[in-house]
DNA sequence: TTAAAACCTGTAGTGCGCTACAGGTCAAGC
DNA sequence: GCTTGACCTGTAGCGCACTACAGGTTTTAA
């Protein structure tokens, strides 16, 4: 059940080792084994929850806000309150990848503008362009 | 041509004031046009220039590299060299998007999930739920 | 004439999300 | 038996992108 150190729970999760520390003390990982000598020992369960929280935090959700979302979690009766959040949260990413999608058709426009300009790369050029 | 009060361009570009002496301390703004008194006057140009540091910065690009970036701008013959940036970001964007679309459908998943779950929101939950 | 508004410079502080460090325990291998 | 290494806690520090503040000048309006 509960098979992974910090150290492969970090490398699963792409985490570092601290920052998996700090979830916790966030309270946003909870209730995570103890071996009798104090090391953590995270489950399979841990892991899918970590990597939920990842995806939360990566997509643009604040911690604090993440916090309030576990806090919910662990209260009964709350499912409603959760989809809510959840349906806020992924109405936020849509907006968010909407902005990205205009930013990238700007970039687009700039990088033609400059396609139309630039005489033809030198051999020269293509020797510094270091890829 | 230099028309704009450091109040207007922000109420304009909508960064804050400070914000917009903070890209000018970092050399992300240049030449701003000075009143005899010492105050900024911004033309259309400059209101343009900001709204592309904007778009930059929003999609993730960070404050240094966008001093890289417009430091080529102040050197000629760097056409190339500023294209090569543009092309880079505009495929970290893309990377960006499709990230943020992932995450998407994983939040949608899961809201499935609760759906599925979740008992038909009583009238008490409507009151509560407050939008 | 004086008070408020808008601006200036320079520097210090903030909030976020980690990240690093100090000082310690414990188990395994040489 | 001693070192190494992985782990622990608690606290301090960092990098980024602002943001606020102190202390000043100048213009405008009452």
């Known amino acids: ?8 729970a970090a490398e699963i999760s792409g985490l570092k080792i601290e920052a998996l520390r700090y979830y916790e003390r966030e309270g946003l990982i909870r209730d995570v084994h103890r071996l009798p000598n104090g090391h953590r ?33 662990y209260q ?31 970039i687009e426009d700039k990088i033609a503008w400059y396609r139309e300009r630039l005489p033809r790369r030198t051999e020269q050029d293509e020797a510094n362009k270091k890829e």
Chains 1, 2 share one sequence.
Do not use: N
């Not at 990597?51 to 806090?71: A, Q």
């Not at 009964?76 to 936020?92: F, P, S, V």
């Open 41 to 73: 020992r995270y489950s399979e369960q841990d892991i899918q929850w970590i990597e939920f929280l990842i995806c939360m935090r990566d997509s643009g959700m604040p911690i604090r806000d993440l916090k309030r979302y576990v806090d919910l979690c």
């Open 1 to 8: 059940m509960a098979k992974y150190t910090i150290q492969q």
């Open 76 to 106: 009964k009766g709350t499912g409603h309150e959760r989809c809510d959040l959840l349906e806020a949260h992924r109405d936020a990413v849509e907006v968010q990848i909407a902005k990205y999608e205009a930013y990238l058709a700007r």
